[in-house]
């Protein structure tokens, strides 16, 4: 798939295509994704799912359970393959896991025979980056998500909070373009959960990546995002997709308090507890 | 020989996972030693009970020996002694070996066959879970093989082998290895699904993948069934030793029970109990050492 393939095809995908190509570090187009169940039946996951994700997009994907989030996460990741459509990135087919699109799962997927440090550098040793470099950007990410004194101890001995902050590390470090994330709060307790949403947004503003967030809570969705995109249930389509734009104050826009308080932000809730609701 | 049916890696460890907290300490340090001295305890009432059964003479010492006796021949069994009282002949142990030696060549049995089933058995591990056909094609015979007892096959291993210590390894291996394979098949296949798109999508390729995810997240599996095989191991040892098994410490038990040399084939018996709980204790011992996380994800 070339280039001229791309922005030629620009005007099938739908209203959501918009800005230059290159912009566009992903594009979903015609996406459907169907399962064989164990009683021999074909469920349709997701149906007809189109939208672009632009780079340094922070996409917020809402809906209910088994709506089919993961499963579109899964395709972008490239551990499943769509039913029918495709997912371009820089104009190619998606033909597998890359480094180039991290994952933080739901659950943190951390090894428990290495340490923390050990456990940021896995994606650079496999890709082999030298030691010397390696300890340094682990070092970097451990002090960017708050576990500089954390680097010696082993996974199991860490909390629930700290075992996600690790990961999103981990992820951070194999310097992915793309960063998917599957529920990664949706475990914690609500002040860690506050906590870890402001220091994304941090690391988003601060390292300039692309974002592809799931998560089951409005707030968060709109919180986090730059764009909500609501998911339908059984099967799942796009119900809204949505900008986010709230004034945010330029000094701390990492603010909840702040974002909460305002009218635009109010709105945006009521109307996306709509969307899922309906 | 009907403990070959136990599944392989279903050994649940739970001593490991008790973690020291500060407020637990006292406890825990005042539960221990009650626990060692329960055991203490019934250690010495189960000795003095045997010994008043065999100082009011209620058994036959052939067939029940006294704790004294016992211990005699394990102490002459280790040591060099006249023939008899007053005679200038001195014979050292039995059989021309000390007891320790018997034991020591059964456990170099042991060691043998089990390292050999053990590289097997990872090796053919791997394998079998990573091609699917030729799972379906050996893994019939490797139950079927998991299936016998070892004393079935014992007397044709001696026609094809005969009966040296090649037939003895072969029997030890055949009955240390399919827990092995098992045991490993298991481990690879419950590796976490989300654990193996974690390293794929941080840049593993399959080699990397394998070397360092699959095989440390299956490693408690293989570990466990290793402990299972060397249980297999040490009770078939006595099997693999009836014939032509000098020095050996089952072959021992053996001959000296047919030799109506009772104090002796109940020490020998101790020494094989006591040996194979030393061996397990060690095994959980490098369990925990190598695999620390076990019950505490």
Redesign the interface.
Known sequence: MSDSDNIASGSTTGDNTVGAANDVAVDIRHVVKRFHTDRGEDVTALNDINFAIRRHDFITVVGRSGCGKTTLLNML???EKPTEGEILIGGEKIA????K???V?Q?P?L???LNVQRNVE??MK??GVDAASRARTAKEYLHIVGLSDAADR???ELSGGMQQRAQIA??LA?DPDLVLMDEPFGALDALTRENLQVELRRIWQEKRKTVFFITHSVDEAIFLGTRVIVLSSHPGTVLMDIPVDIPRDPERPEDIEAVRSTREYRELVTRVDAAIHQ | MTAVSIPAGKVKERISSIAPEPGNNAVARRKLPVGKAQGLVSLLVFVAAWWAVTAAKLVNPLYLPSPGAVWNAFVRANTCNPIAAGSTRIVCGVQQYFLWQHLLMSLERIGVGLALSIVVGVVLGFVLSGVRWLNRLIMPYINFVRALPPLGYIGLLIVWFGIGDTTKIWLLFLAAFPPIVLATIDGLKSV?R??I?????????RA?LVA??MF?SA?PSVLNGIRLAVGFAWTTVVAAELNNGIPGIGALAYLSGTEMNTPLTIACILVIGVAALVLDGIIQLVIRVL???VG??
């Open positions: 990741a490239g551990f597998g896991p890359s480094p699109r991290g994952v799962f659950k997927q090894y428990p025979w896995f994606g496999v890709q082993k996974p199991y981990r992820v194999a | 976490n989300d654990r798109n974690s390293a794929l999508s941080l840049g593993a390729n990397q360092l995810v440390p490693l695999t620390p996380w505490k994800e």
